[in-house]
């Protein structure tokens, strides 16, 4: 059975009061910006707490699928059989076709589930119910109702201007609309666990920036276009994603020359953190997106993340902190980074990469290690920020 | 930037003459070669003039002459195709160490085939051993096949030697030469080396990609590995690559003009290259030096420093070239052939190649030199501790 609309439900969005039509609106514009790189014309139309998407012409059934379960703030996907009110008996004929097309093997169990929002419809939801009912067990002999737990839910919506009869709900991503929870700094390296934290966030609603730390020549040209990669993977949830690629070089050496090598990497990380909170500012980002997930590796034991944490006055939002690798790893299968995640292309030179780094950085030992880069430091974050480079996402 | 590209062994900029071939043979001699009308005719005189030079400079015959899709293609069909056709005689293969993956992973997969193989070991700079190789054929031994011109470290295997102890012990034993890093290097008569089987890439001689060549002496069988239109006697497949095929013959003939001298120019820069490389601190050359290796190529370890970011070094400064084995922390692709000769192992990591062709300037290999006399201490300060 072809079907031209689809009745989009969404969770989370019913609960927000007042702020109601904000959220409606911007899972308009989302589904809107996720069609438009689909084959096909498609209207996405807001009408009485309902979004409708139709169809206009040809389509492709699976392609359009695919892009509205990438949209946040979907709960399903019902394809959906719309009719005008014809009078009860047109209904009724029209909801056994339904059922006729929709169940080729008549073997199952089923229930109504009538609401009428447009109560001056001429029976009541019980009474559509059981009525319509009858019809369908006069139609098929073998099919069988069952209240409890129906193999199909047929849900008949009287409402003030159309029909909607649908029984299937294809699962969307849940979540929240981008945009509606304002925009943070993802660090995103080419990793595993970055992309999947991106897209954890941006599923709250949250539009994403990201930022890469560049060191050539330890890393080269092709780690580059991986993350850009990465981040236009990520972008296919989150919408466009404006990726900041700063060199770290300089500042990494300066670093390797005047710190205990022990302390390396806890020490660039506390520098990355406070490159991308001071990008993160000045592109009105109002919090800080990691990969960490405790004691992963030394520098994301819990004293670790305390150390780099301590530099940041942003909120830093960690949605993989308490995963294990096997579970970060289900996501990035789930939204299709892991592969281009597993290139094996170095993201950080093992040069900078202490045989034994410390496990338990003490805070204090960490600053007084970085008083040793008074000199230059603070010229060299700066340099790196203006320097960077922004590549648009999408 | 200026640009100083010595990456040769990995692909070449195409003649500018060849450029014009290929354009001429994609807007003119479009035809399909299997057409009946004239621009069928077009294009297979295209074919059959490519097919002559080709066949001249080898002093072998055209109807031996197959072509492919390069390299890899050349080496898959002389091995599976020869192994399939003469394995009623018998299911033993013989290869060596430090072959390109096109032969490798060939032959492993005749060996999943049922076929057995034996891996013949180097020395230290890369030499296969005639002697050991005499003893490693058998009674069931069908196909021995070692490259001419190793790709990493340039050996040039005693070709001549290699086939003489194979064709004395039986001579129906076929015997293959990966020789795509050898054409348009040396004048290789296969007739006169007893060469069964050899393999040419076009784009390692200033010709255009997809598109090699595979010689097969007239007395060999082989069964195609493509099938369809019969296309080359049967033997592959597949509507002709004219404009690659074209552009191939052409870059063969012009690498031919001058040869000599230019293979000592080649030769001379290489000279100039190791002695300097020799100089840097904790530098080696691997492989042979003198007639021994090949021209064109360089292999150089460097103490301390990991292979790739010095390539990534030598790249911001506009020089081109390859890292022995790639560098990753996850997944160490160590090169073979740097492991059969026996490269102390952190060494393994920090090999690069360097590859010339007729256009290498000395300046060029000056300002290399100097580039790695500049990068080198000022990147040994950061090492892994």
């Given amino acids: 059975m072809t079907f031209t609309a ?57 392609e359009l699928m695919e892009a509205l379960q990438r949209v946040f703030g979907i709960a399903a996907i019902c394809p959906v059989v719309q009719i005008q009110d014809q009078g009860y008996e047109d209904l009724a004929r029209q909801v056994v076709s339904y059922v006729e097309q929709m169940v080729p093997d008549k073997k199952i169990t089923f229930k109504v589930d009538a609401r009428r929002s447009n109560k001056h419809y001429p029976k009541n939801s019980m009474e559509l119910n059981a009525d319509l009912g009858e019809e369908i067990l006069k139609a098929f002999p073998e099919i069988r109702v069952d209240v409890h737990k129906p193999d199909m839910m047929l849900h008949v919506e009287i409402r003030e201007n159309v029909i909607n009869i649908y029984s299937r709900a294809i699962p969307g991503p849940g979540g929240m609309p981008v945009g509606t929870n304002g925009k943070a700094m993802l660090l995103l390296s080419g990793g595993i666990d970055s992309p999947v934290a991106g897209y954890m966030i941006a599923k709250r609603g949250v539009k994403i920036d990201a930022v890469y730390f560049h060191a050539p020549p330890y890393t080269s040209e092709r780690a580059k276009q991986k993350v850009v990669d990465l981040a236009k993977l990520v ?17 990494q050496l300066y670093i390797y020359e005047k710190c205990p090598h022990e302390e390396l990497t806890i020490i660039m990380r506390r520098y990355m953190m406070r490159i991308a909170e001071e990008i993160a500012k000045q592109t009105d980002c109002l919090g800080l997106i990691t990969g960490e997930s405790i004691g992963q590796v030394a520098s994301q034991t819990v004293q670790s993340l305390a150390a780099t944490n301590a530099v940041c006055t942003m909120p830093v939002f960690r949605p993989v902190i308490g995963f294990d690798k096997q579970e970060i790893v289900d996501v990035a299968l789930k939204i299709g ?16 990469v202490a045989k034994h780094p410390v496990t338990k950085p003490n805070i204090k030992v960490i600053q007084a290690s970085e008083r040793n880069l008074e000199e230059k430091i603070e010229e060299m974050v700066r340099i790196a920020v203006e320097t960077a480079e922004t590549v648009w996402c999408k | 930037m200026r640009e100083i590209y010595l990456d040769n062994s990995a692909t070449t900029r195409v003649y500018p003459e060849v450029l014009e071939a290929v354009r001429h043979a994609m807007e003119e001699d479009y035809g399909n070669t299997s057409s009946l009308h004239q621009k069928g005719l077009d294009a297979e005189r295209c074919i059959r003039q490519a097919r002559d030079t080709l066949a001249r400079l080898l002093k072998v015959q055209e109807k031996e002459l197959i072509f492919t899709s390069g390299g890899t293609e050349s080496d898959n069909l002389a091995l599976i195709g020869a192994a399939m056709a003469n394995q009623r005689a018998g299911k033993h293969l013989i290869t060596s160490a430090v072959e ?49 011109v190793n790709n990493e470290i340039g050996t040039v295997e005693p070709v001549a030697e290699l086939a003489k102890a194979v064709h004395e012990a039986r001579p129906e034993i076929l015997f293959h030469a990966d020789a795509i890093q050898a054409f348009g290097k040396y004048r290789i008569y296969p007739k006169k080396l007893g060469i069964d089987m050899l393999s040419v890439s076009g784009h390692k001689i200033h010709g255009p990609k997809g598109v090699g060549f595979l010689y097969v002496d007239s007395r060999v069988k082989i069964r195609p590995i493509l099938y369809g239109g019969g296309h ?15 552009g191939m013959a ?22 100039k290259f190791t002695e300097g490389v020799k100089q840097i601190e904790g530098c080696r050359i691997n492989g042979p030096e003198g007639e021994g290796g090949a021209p064109h190529i360089v292999s150089v370890s460097v103490e301390g420093v990991r292979a790739e970011v010095l390539l990534h070094a030598l790249e911001e400064k506009g020089i081109f070239v390859s890292a022995g084995s790639a560098c990753s922390s996850n997944k160490p692709a160590v090169s073979a052939t740097l492991k059969a000769i026996g490269l102390p192992r952190e060494l393994l990591d920090s090999t690069l190649r360097f590859s010339f062709c007729e256009y290498t300037t000395e300046e060029e290999i000056e300002e290399t030199l100097l580039a790695l006399k500049e990068l080198l201490p000022r990147l040994r300060l950061f090492r892994r501790k």
């Fill in chain 2, 100 to 148: 390109h993956a096109a032969v490798g992973a060939a032959m492993r997969f005749l060996e999943e085939q049922g076929f057995e193989l034996t891996v013949l070991p180097v020395d230290q700079y890369g030499f296969v051993s005639p002697e050991g190789l005499r003893q490693a054929i058998r009674e069931d031994t069908i196909l021995v096949s070692v490259m001419y």
């Fill in chain 1, 235 to 251: 972008s296919r949830y989150s919408g466009p994603v404006n990726l900041h690629i700063v060199n770290f070089t300089d500042i």
């Fill in chain 1, 337 to 352: 980074t892991y592969e281009t995640s597993v290139l094996p292309y170095e993201d950080c030179c093992t040069i900078f």
């Fill in chain 1, 6 to 62: 689809f009745l989009i439900k969404y969770a989370e969005i019913g609960i927000k009061g007042k702020n109601r039509f904000l959220f409606e609106d911007a899972l308009v514009k989302q589904i809107r910006r996720a069609l438009r790189q689909t084959e096909g014309e498609f209207t996405v139309s807001k009408a009485s707490g309902r979004i409708y998407v139709e169809a206009e012409g040809d389509y492709d059934y699976e």
């Fill in chain 2, 232 to 246: 080359q006697n049967g033997m592959r497949s597949g509507t002709e690559n004219v404009p690659g095929v074209s």
């Fill in chain 2, 250 to 271: 052409l870059a063969a003939e012009i690498a031919y003009r001058d040869l000599d001298e230019k293979t000592a120019r080649m030769r001379a820069l290489k000279q």
